[in-house]
């Protein structure tokens, strides 16, 4: 059974950043991609960063320029965030992929305050 667990969630100031973190219990190259979601009130769940196993990122237009995915263990991936907004609160979501099947983490929350 593959398990993900985030933190690195919190409160933080607009302007302000946060690193969380996603560690996976198997290695992360065994799955085609992993990334991070997030979830605000009322809204559906949106991708805001993808790592395939051969590296390639992509980001959703809202992260680019302030959010950088990376995987610097073989067991972890993290979502570095910068010039944190108000709009960015939200629960974040670890993700990861394999063939037909995703994977979730339990999610961290994400609160800026302006």
């Known amino acids: 059974q593959v398990q993900l667990l985030e933190s690195g969630g919190g409160l933080v100031q607009a302007g302000g950043s946060l690193r969380l973190s996603c560690a996976a219990s198997e290695s992360i190259y065994e799955f085609n991609s992993m990334g991070w979601y997030r979830q605000a009130p009322g809204k559906e769940r949106e991708l805001v960063a993808r790592i395939t196993v051969g590296g390639t990122t992509n980001y959703a237009d809202f992260a680019k320029g302030r959010f950088t995915i990376s995987r610097e263990n073989p067991n972890a991936v993290y979502l570095q965030m910068l010039g944190l907004k108000s709009e960015d609160t939200a629960v974040y979501y670890c993700?990861?992929?394999?063939?037909?099947?995703?994977?979730w983490g339990q999610g961290t929350q994400v609160t800026v305050t302006s």
């Open positions: 993700n990861a992929n394999r063939l037909s099947r995703k994977y």
